[in-house]
């Protein structure tokens, strides 16, 4: 008797997939729940936390993203820190990467205007361009 080829990822380590067509299977099983998974595309937002963001109130612009994501309930998106990335008199600065789109560094930002940010790119996927920064 085979055994049942099976998407459970912790199934996995101990099946043997015996056939070619059970491995073709197993792909177009996982590709499927992948997406079914992934309906909302995940958004990555990364503050800039360098001594100088820091100092311009990158903490602030931080926390006030993170109440705003979860008052609204948006949990596709990512908030992660980097360091300084070299852009220092801009500071604070976030960038926004969504998939399928080009990756936006916003800065000189207040409370308000990373509030705004996360309604108009976030929430509406519209760019604004007043507060975007060309990168160097």
Known sequence: MKEKVTTDAYNLKNKKISS????????????????????EKQIKV????????IAA?????????????RDRGLEHVVVNHTGCIGLCDQEPL???????????????LTPKLAREIVTQHIVNNQVVGKWQVEEE
């Open 20 to 39: 070619l067509k059970e491995l073709n299977l197993l792909q177009e099983k996982l590709k499927k729940s992948s997406k079914d998974n992934d309906e």
């Open 46 to 53: 990364t503050v800039a936390m360098g001594t100088c963001g």
């Open 57 to 69: 109130g990158a903490r602030e612009i931080s926390e006030v993203i993170l109440d705003e994501l």
């Open 94 to 108: 976030v960038q926004i990467k969504a998939e399928d789109q080009p990756t936006v560094l916003y800065g000189n």
